[in-house]
């Protein structure tokens, strides 16, 4: 549009100058070239007034957009000065309004929380007094016949000792699908020191006379070399033969107790433990059973079975997708045992995609009693990235940095050795730097056998992230379906007679 005017003014200009010149040439008389030069002279002039007016109108244009764009930068300044301020007494009020409407909310937690001090105090006072009550008046004693001693009361089951706790998590065995077990297997020589363990009816002689040798009838001659005064393994031929039946007539069970992290007490881990239960249905504590199975050497039968079934449970966790390791408890006889060993070898070896879920756990008196072959069967199974556990620890001295080159990451130590509540003989090291000395080897610390509230508050003034034990959830049997499948790897009859 701009260039159409322009063409059409210069064309107005043409044609006024052409109009001069034709009234100068034929009204005035004057010479062509005359005519011509007034005519181009006019033209050049109304050109020039032509571009100063265009120039004067575009500067004025210019000048009324630079007025309005410095009247809204204006504007935007006071807008902006307003904002600051708005901002700067958000940032004087916002906090002292906050503190104001949470320095009480803080207050309340504080008060809960000295309140569930205070009851978790009370509540441990109250178990030291039924403790103390129990220790200083025990039950009056049945009236003994004459000549003979009453037996002492066997061991209670943990399902008698102790409240039932709800398990915190599931694998593939879940709080609805276990049913109540007893202690575990390991642990039920050490569970309650107070119970003593059964033993049969013993006939009284008189002092000045040695007891016969009917009076005693698992008595066994002394071993050559043994000193007089130290107690002597004395083999059960009964306990033998059932720990037999079950493993022949399919009664050992798999029970599993949850290892839960700390304050959360979600689930971490699980350990196994093997249970056994003779032909009345009644389940065998480790306190009666195990002593017999390692002298009678049916213990690798055991874990053979234990391992197995371990797997099973292994396999049903990672096919679900659960990110839970599970502790096997494994006999150090079983390292060395010729029958065994190369069998348990090869089965770990064709099940080494689950080495980094599956751990091995052994006592600490086992680990200080191993020699040459022991130690070359666990670098056997560290070299096919399995990793191991201590457990039972009462000695702090022990060469925890060899045994994390091992291949050793986790250690398991008695909650009450921990928090001082049993001696425990650590040498230089405090307990309350033992879990910072594992931590510098690579290794993580366990407190198990956890029963009370009160434990729970001073292991977590310790700083441990997990712990197990009977608060949390006693062992529980795993469900049958879950075990189904194929039938455990057994030994040859040859060599399994050999074994017995």
């Known amino acids: 549009m701009g260039r159409t005017a322009t063409i059409f003014i210069v064309f107005c200009m043409g044609v006024i100058a052409a109009s001069v010149a034709a009234i ?24 020039v007034v032509h571009l100063l007016v265009g120039r004067s109108r575009d500067r004025g244009a210019v000048s009324e957009a630079v007025d309005r764009l410095e009247d809204r930068l204006a504007d935007i300044d006071e807008d902006v ?14 906090p002292r309004k906050t503190r104001a409407e949470i320095d009480p909310l803080f207050a309340e937690v504080e008060v ?33 016949l004459p000549g003979y001693q009453t037996a002492p009361e066997p061991v209670r089951t943990a399902q008698q000792a102790l409240p039932h706790a709800s398990p915190h998590g599931d694998p593939s065995v879940r709080a609805s699908a276990l049913q109540p077990g007893h202690d575990d297997t390991r642990y039920a020589v050490e569970h ?46 009964a306990m033998r033969e059932l720990i037999t039946s079950a493993l022949n007539g399919n009664r050992v069970e798999l029970h599993l107790q949850p290892i839960v992290t700390l304050p959360q007490r979600q689930v971490r881990f699980y350990e196994a433990f093997s249970r056994l239960r003779d032909t009345q249905g009644q389940l065998i504590e480790a306190a009666v059973f195990m002593p017999e199975a390692v002298r009678s050497r049916q213990i690798a039968r055991i874990d053979n079975l234990l391992l197995f079934r371990s797997v099973q449970v ?29 069998g348990f070898l090869e089965f770990v070896n064709s099940n080494r995609n689950y080495a980094d879920v599956l751990i091995f756990e052994f006592s600490q008196a086992d680990i200080a009693d191993m020699g040459v072959v022991e130690h070359e069967s666990l670098s056997a199974l560290a070299e096919l990235g399995f990793r191991f556990s201590v457990d039972r620890i009462t000695d702090m001295r022990m ?25 425990a003989d650590h040498g230089h090291i405090h307990p309350s730097d033992f879990a910072d000395l594992l931590h510098r080897y690579g290794m993580e610390l366990i407190p198990d056998r956890v029963e009370t509230e009160s434990q729970v508050l001073e292991l977590l003034d310790y ?6 034990g009977n608060l949390f959830s006693p062992p529980r ?24």
Do not use: W
């Not at 008595?219 to 000193?227: D, E, K, N, Q």
């Not at 700083?463 to 197990?468: G, K, N, P, R």
């Open 24 to 47: 100068v040439i034929f009204q005035f008389g004057r010479p062509f070239g005359e005519a011509v030069s007034l005519s181009l002279a006019l033209m050049c002039t109304m050109v």
């Open 112 to 144: 809960l929380g000295t309140l569930v001090k205070q009851m978790a105090e009370a509540m441990s006072d109250i178990e030291t007094r039924i403790e103390d009550q129990k220790t200083l008046a025990p039950p009056p004693a049945a009236p003994a």
């Open 477 to 500: 049997p795993v469900r049958a379906e879950v075990l189904q499948g194929t039938p455990a790897p057994t030994t040859s009859p040859r060599k399994q007679r050999a074994a017995e």
């Open 314 to 342: 292994i396999r049903r966790l990672t096919s679900r997708n659960r990110n839970a390791a599970l502790f096997c408890n494994i006999s150090s006889l079983s390292l060395v045992d010729e029958t065994f060993f190369p």
């Open 463 to 468: 700083e441990v992230s997990l712990a197990q």
């Open 399 to 423: 060469d925890f940095k060899a045994l994390a080159h091992q291949g050793f990451k986790y250690a398991k130590m008695h909650a009450d050795f921990l928090i001082g509540r049993r001696t």
């Open 81 to 94: 000065g307003n904002l600051e301020g708005r901002l700067t007494g958000v940032e004087h009020t916002f």
């Open 192 to 237: 309650r020191a107070s119970a003593p363990a059964y033993t049969a009816p013993q006939p009284l002689e008189p002092p000045d006379e040695p007891p016969p040798a009917a009076a005693a009838p698992s008595a066994a001659p002394a071993v050559p070399g043994t000193p007089a005064s130290a107690p002597v393994p004395q083999s059960d031929p």
